[in-house]
Every structure is written in structure tokens, then in C-alpha cells.
């Protein structure tokens, strides 16, 4: 069989793109923006999932209270980000497929990802314990027709350390703000939506996103990411490569001895490439690849899901459950190589913008969660060489 | 008996153990079939093949509330809902209309799990193999569960689960407690012999 080249790039460039609007909580630049430069591809617009068309994000943030913790009441750390893969996906599914580095963890829907290979529903990022109540908003949206409704899609982390978790504070009205809200363009990353009281590599975690975009001769394509990062042990973490969690050993969370480091990453993809369930199951596992370039190893207590849905084909649903079936377009299987690269380097941005993002946190009890130290961060990043001009005419 | 049934008009739950139970967790097994992806925790089972929570079962629609029902549960025994106390529930959808006071099915469910007394209902089909016994329990046409306390690893769940033709098969054995080592150390588990799984299999079918 002819195997083609898989993957046309440019010369890796001395550059790095700047992205000049301020798209993280805290107003922090974006690693990107300070010289930082993942893989050798190139992100789109927003560097954002997205640059993906049709794609929408939204968070609501939920921030209130300090002092000890008293269920119910708070204090409160948490939220929820919602996505929409179009703002249609009740009505016309897209095909979607699933990746499980390690599964202590939830993300509803992926037995329907796996036994039917559709996605017909937004999908909602939020904590452990509010899992339940986001389901039970994103239920309602199926139509009530007489077709087979879809199964609502929430994933989750555990961010008890900072947040009354057990009081369950993400509520139905927060579900339908982060839909209503939600936007293309740029993302906000950081302390924000489900991201808000989240830990990755023992520095403040969350929501973080990036994209890459295909040469023309490659497809053109855009693949977009989101994660929502609350995983990772410290002196694993790694930045392009420099082993910067081992160089900064201090601002760990306080108090150390009642923090799970380990816990979990909510991996989202997107891609306007046509790609069928099949392929996109395997687009899902490239997003480890981009993990373990960071330095998780998907511990044992992690709970690491990777979704990844494609917008190309649009599937009625009425032809989805009855009728003479429907058409779909499919990228050649052995032209999809460039896309796994895009899926890894977009995940692995993604991950290092949402710690780039991270500021210094206060949750319940005085727990504190420090912000990865930027200037330290990138004074080793430049001690290895890996710290690019950046180009603001970009 | 291997399991307990507590029900509300619209939940069923099959519990072996009290809500409270020291740390523990079962193996556990399931097969999807014909499109059925109305399974929430499952994530945990295709990871570990481990249960320690009850298993639930209700309308579809009050999925989420289920899941919360589960997760106070979990709460209670542990606020931080350790593998081995309860975390994640494994709750099943069935195709039927919601019949009652679903904004107080939380409560009402937490009240009757966590409350002392007798479970109500006994499984459609029970018998013993050898010392060991088995039940079929069956919801709404779509659901069934099987139990046994023989102690099956999870391949041997699996292939209980094959005798069956429902959209979802969940089989459970209590036969083995797993538990989490604080020293490390391994721990020891039984395993039931090909002899004991095909008797299984045979009385199932009968």
C-alpha cells in the first residue's frame, strides 16, 4: 500500500505569534504572547478551540466568600463552561469520539460517543459534585419530538481543596447563563467556569485553550482545544520540553498534606476536518500525547477524558434514527497524520496556557493555591532555549 | 441474597451492603447493547471494573437527579468520596415516564437509603450453584442485573453479562472485597474455578 507524507510544514519560524487580546482571568499574558512556542504548527486566530466555526464558549464563575469551610454555604470556588460544537447540536448531531488515558472520573455521554459515535448535545465542564445538576439543565434541551432524545455531555474535576464542593452551588440558571453566553472569538482562561478552583501541577489550573491550523497542501484545517486542568504532580511538569516543575519546588498549595495532586484533565477537541467517529476516536487519543508532553503520566487517581467531535458533517437527526440514512464526507485515513499533530500541540498549549493564565487563590479553610511564577518560569525557559522573540506585528 | 432492592415509585436500587459500609469496593461488569448509553459512573468501571456505590435505576429523565442522589450519598460517607466510599454511582436509565415528585426524589431516596430496616422485593429469578448464590433482576425490559456472591473476577462478569440479551447487563459479585492497601501490600482475591462459571452460566439460562 502507498503511504503518503503525512504532514507539510513550514519552517519552524524564530517568531512567535503574539495574541494581543488579554483573554485570562487575571489579565496575564498568554504563554504564547511571552515567547513561548509549542510544537511547529501554527494556531489560528485566537489560538483558541474556537477558531473551529461554529464553536462557542461560555463561562459563569462562581467566586464568593472566605473563612472555613461550612457546606452550603461556601466559601465557593467554582462554575461551569459551557460549549456549544454548534449552536444547533440538539437538532443535528455531529459524529464525536472518545479517549480514556484513565477513567476515575465522569464525563456522561461517552457510552453514547461509544455505541452510536454522535455527540448531540453542548457539553457543560464543572466540578465533581455538580455533575448531576448540569445534566439535569442540559436535559431539557432535546427536543420533545418523538425521536430519541440525546444524552447531555458534563465532565468533571475535583476542586475541593478551594471550593465547598459538597454544597453543590452550580445550579441550573448558572448552565443556562454559560449557554447563553457563550461566544466565538477569544477564550477566557484561567480561574473561570469550571476551571475556576481547579490545581494543575500543584499551580493554579483551569481552563485553558489553543488551536492549530493546517497548511493548505495539508488540508487546511483548523483543530481547536479546550481543557479544563486540575491534574499533574509538580516536579512532573513540563514546559516545551524544559523540566520546569523540578526547578521550582516551592509555592506549593497550602496545606500540602490535604491536597490530591494527582486528580484529573477534561481534554476537549474540535476540527472542521470531516473525519468520521471512528477517526476522531483516534483524533481523542492523540490529546494524550499532547498530556504527557506536559508531564502527566494519568495517574491513578485521575480522571482524564479526551472528547473530540468534528462540525464538517452535520447529521439530521431524523435521518440519525429513521429514514433511508445520510451522506458524510471523510478525510483519506492516511492524510489524518497532520491533524494528530494539531490535536497533541493544541492540547499541550492549551494545558501550559491555562497555568500561564493561573494567579494566586484563596479557597475555603485559607487553602492557597499559588499562580505559576511567570518571570521564574520563563528566566529557565531561556536558560534552555526555549524562549522565542515575540512578534507583536503578528 | 446478594442484593437488597429499595425502591421509590420512581427509582429501583440494588444495594449489597448499607450505605455506610466500611471502605470497599465489587467488581463489577457491564455489557451496552443495541445503542443503550443511558449509564452514568461508567467511566470508573471501564477503568477499574469496581463498584462501591449501590446501583440505580430510574427514568432517563431524572438521570441527573439520581447522579445527585448518588453523590450526597457518597458525601455522607466520605466528604471526599474515595473510590472505595461510594464514589461514583453507576445509575442506569430506562425508557418510562417519570411518575411522582421528582424535586423530592433526592431526599426521599437519601431517607430510604440511609434510613435501618428491611429492603422490600425480592429478584425474579434466584437460585443457588453449588454454596453460591445467583439473581437476575430485571427493569423496564432494558436493565437487567445479575448478582452472585461466587467470587467471579470481572472477565468472568463479562461473560455473564454475555448470557444475557438486554440493552444493558450489569453483573456483580460480592465474592472478593477490594479494598485500598494503606501499607501497599497485595492483597489476596478468590477466584472461581471454570467449572463454578459455567454452572453460573447454565442456571442463568435455564
Not at chain 1, 284 to 305: E, M, P, Q, Y
Request: charged share 20%.
Amino acid at each position: 500500500m502507498k503511504r503518503r507524507t503525512f504532514l507539510k510544514v513550514a519552517p519552524l519560524p524564530l517568531l512567535a505569534t503574539a495574541f494581543p487580546v488579554r483573554t485570562t482571568a487575571a489579565g496575564r499574558k498568554r504563554a504564547r504572547e511571552l515567547g513561548v512556542r509549542i510544537g511547529r504548527l501554527e494556531p489560528g486566530r485566537w489560538n483558541a478551540i474556537t477558531d473551529v466555526p461554529g464553536v462557542e464558549v461560555g463561562h459563569v464563575t462562581l467566586i464568593q466568600g472566605n473563612g472555613p469551610l461550612r457546606v452550603g454555604t461556601g466559601p465557593v470556588r467554582t462554575g461551569v463552561t459551557a460549549i456549544w460544537p454548534h449552536r444547533g447540536i440538539v437538532r443535528d448531531y455531529l459524529p464525536c469520539g472518545v479517549d480514556v488515558p484513565n477513567g476515575n472520573g465522569e464525563m456522561t455521554g461517552i457510552l453514547q460517543a461509544q455505541q452510536l459515535g454522535v455527540l448531540n448535545s453542548p457539553l457543560c465542564l464543572t466540578n465533581t459534585s455538580s455533575i448531576g445538576m448540569v445534566y439535569d439543565a442540559l436535559e431539557p434541551l432535546q427536543p420533545g419530538d418523538d425521536l430519541p432524545p440525546g444524552v447531555p455531555v458534563v465532565g468533571e474535576t475535583w476542586d475541593a481543596f478551594l471550593n465547598d464542593i459538597e454544597g453543590r452551588h452550580v445550579h441550573a440558571e448558572h448552565v443556562r447563563q454559560a449557554l447563553e453566553s457563550a461566544a466565538s472569538g477569544p477564550v477566557v482562561e484561567g480561574a473561570v467556569g469550571g476551571g475556576t478552583g481547579m490545581i494543575s501541577y500543584g499551580f493554579k489550573g483551569g481552563i485553558g485553550t489553543a488551536s492549530r491550523r493546517l497548511e493548505v497542501e495539508s488540508g487546511g484545517w483548523t483543530v481547536g482545544a479546550l481543557v479544563q486542568a486540575n491534574h499533574g504532580l509538580r516536579e512532573l511538569l513540563r514546559i516545551d520540553g524544559v523540566a520546569v516543575g523540578a526547578e521550582i519546588s516551592d509555592l506549593l498549595p497550602d496545606p500540602i498534606d490535604e491536597v490530591s495532586l494527582f486528580n484529573s484533565i477534561l481534554m476537549i477537541l474540535a476540527t472542521d476536518a470531516p473525519l468520521l467517529a471512528h477517526d476522531l476516536q483516534r483524533l481523542a487519543r492523540r490529546a494524550v500525547h499532547g498530556l504527557a508532553r506536559t508531564g502527566s503520566i494519568s495517574g491513578n487517581d485521575s480522571g482524564d477524558f479526551a472528547l473530540a467531535f468534528s462540525t464538517a458533517n452535520r447529521i439530521p437527526r431524523a435521518q440519525f434514527w429513521r429514514g433511508g440514512g445520510y451522506e458524510l464526507r471523510s478525510v483519506e485515513q492516511f492524510d489524518i497524520g497532520a491533524l494528530f499533530e494539531a490535536a497533541a500541540e493544541a492540547i499541550e498549549e492549551a494545558i501550559i496556557n491555562a497555568l500561564f493564565a493561573g494567579e494566586d487563590m484563596i479557597g475555603r479553610d485559607g487553602h492557597t493555591v499559588h499562580g505559576l511564577p511567570v518571570e521564574r518560569t520563563l528566566s529557565i525557559l531561556r536558560l534552555h532555549g526555549r524562549l522565542f522573540p515575540v512578534d507583536h506585528g503578528i | 441474597m446478594v442484593f437488597e432492592l429499595v425502591e421509590t415509585p420512581d427509582c429501583s436500587v440494588l444495594r449489597c451492603e448499607r450505605w455506610d459500609a466500611p471502605r470497599g469496593r465489587w467488581f463489577v461488569a457491564y455489557r451496552a447493547r443495541h445503542g443503550y448509553r443511558w449509564l452514568l459512573g461508567n467511566g470508573v468501571v471501564d477503568e477499574f471494573a469496581t463498584v462501591s456505590a449501590p446501583l440505580f435505576i430510574a427514568p432517563r429523565a431524572l438521570l441527573g437527579a439520581v447522579y445527585n442522589t448518588g453523590i450526597s450519598l457518597g458525601h455522607r460517607r466520605d466528604h471526599d468520596m474515595a473510590i472505595d466510599l461510594g464514589w461514583p454511582p453507576l445509575c442506569a436509565g430506562v425508557d418510562r415516564p417519570a411518575s411522582g415528585d421528582a424535586a423530592n426524589l433526592e431526599k426521599n431516596l437519601l431517607d430510604l437509603l440511609t434510613a435501618t430496616g428491611k429492603a422490600s422485593g425480592r429478584p425474579p429469578f434466584s437460585t443457588n450453584v453449588g454454596s453460591h448464590a445467583v439473581e437476575r433482576w430485571q427493569f423496564n425490559g432494558e436493565v437487567t442485573v445479575i448478582g452472585t456472591d461466587a467470587p467471579l473476577l470481572p472477565q468472568q462478569l463479562a461473560r455473564l453479562c454475555d448470557t444475557d440479551t438486554a440493552p444493558l447487563t450489569i453483573a456483580l459479585a460480592t465474592g472478593n472485597r477490594v479494598t485500598l492497601q494503606e501499607d501497599d501490600r497485595p492483597q489476596t482475591l478468590r477466584a472461581a474455578s471454570e467449572d463454578t462459571l459455567t454452572a453460573i452460566i447454565t442456571a442463568l439460562r435455564t
